[in-house]
């Protein structure tokens, strides 16, 4: 009897199964490559874009609507979702979310900045570390330490991040400059994904560990150790060199009439990123001479790309 219900039952499902083979079938596009550029002849830009990626497998976008597909929902009816860039998975800050940015309205800057990532990126940006896309767009900021700032680039999960620059009138040195930018964005996230904390710290330590004559170890009244990075505010007051490479930054985060402040761990390291793949060796020897500090954090990161990117 046990037997002959069991049967019962999957011939009541089969015939259930066999009915539903009229209901219609609607595609997941679980496998659709978004980042997918179609040419269009008839547009300069959006056939430069088009022979980059053909040539280089490489997107550049402009806009962060990669496109939309018809959906149902429960009831059948249809919809159409879109698919966007959404940032929020940061590869290269510690507090995505702070990143604001504007699309870009001038098309001629979009178009520069295209042939710059073409001429001057992707031919020297290592395979391993470039990202999904590079969305080129008018304004990029972030707040760093209370304010509000203009950053060149930000890399995130899908995309990279790139704010226009004025590209026709930079001569070829500030090109190589700004491209420098953008390819340590895609090397620093690809770095701290294989280097291990004591590797990092060994550059980190070199500026948080520096003792240097005339300035004070303690924040005075509190018997705490100076802080070197961030919030660090060096006082003019108390004889600090102006020279942000005394203390092995290339840049101060702000100068007032009474400290400088200085940058954060990241701005520091892909400071150096930049420096190693826009520079000769041989003119940062000369360059920063005179900066011992500055050209033994410079070995550290060369070590390390060597190691990490180069090599592999």
């Known amino acids: 009897m046990k037997i002959k219900l069991i049967y019962g039952l999957i011939a009541c499902l089969w015939l259930v199964s066999c009915d539903k083979k009229e209901d219609r079938v609607e595609p997941s596009n679980a496998d659709k490559n978004w980042f997918e550029i179609k040419d269009n ?51 290269m800050y510690s507090a995505p979310g702070t ?13 520069e900045m295209v042939q710059l990532i073409n001429d001057y990126v992707l031919p020297v940006m290592p395979p391993v570390a470039l990202p999904m896309s590079y969305l080129v767009v008018g304004e990029l900021t972030e707040t760093q330490q209370g304010a509000t700032v203009s950053i ?3 890399r995130d999960i899908t995309t990279t ?14 090109k190589v400059i700004a491209a420098a930018k953008i390819i ?18 060994e550059f980190y330590d070199i500026t948080n560990f520096l003792t240097v004559p005339g300035l004070s170890d303690n924040v005075p009244g509190s018997g705490a150790k100076y802080p070197r990075y961030a919030t660090a505010s060096y006082q003019v007051s108390k004889g600090v ?11 101060w985060f702000s100068v007032t009439s009474t400290t400088y402040r200085s940058i954060r761990e990241i701005d520091d390291f892909m ?9 000769e060796e041989a003119e940062v020897q000369e360059r920063y001479k005179n900066f011992p500090v500055v050209l033994k954090k410079y070995e550290v990161v060369k070590k390390m790309i060597e190691k990490v990117v180069i090599s592999i």
């Open 152 to 154: 060149p680039v930000y």
């Open 161 to 174: 991040l790139v704010r226009i620059d004025t590209v026709e009138r930079m001569s070829e040195g500030e």
């Open 184 to 201: 340590g964005g895609g090397v620093y996230s690809y770095l701290v994904r294989y280097l291990t904390a004591k590797e990092l710290n």
């Open 241 to 251: 060199s102006p020279n942000p490479e005394t203390y092995g930054f290339l840049y």
């Open 271 to 279: 400071s150096y990123i930049a420096l190693f793949f826009s520079t």
């Open 41 to 91: 002849p008839s547009d300069e830009l959006d056939h430069l874009i088009y022979q980059v990626y053909k040539e280089t497998g490489v997107s550049i976008l402009y806009n962060d609507t990669l496109g939309y597909e018809t959906r149902y929902d429960g009831y059948g009816n249809p919809y159409l979702r879109y698919e966007k860039i959404r940032l929020g998975y940061a590869l």
């Open 99 to 111: 990143q604001k940015y504007k699309l870009a309205t001038d098309r001629q800057g979009v178009l």
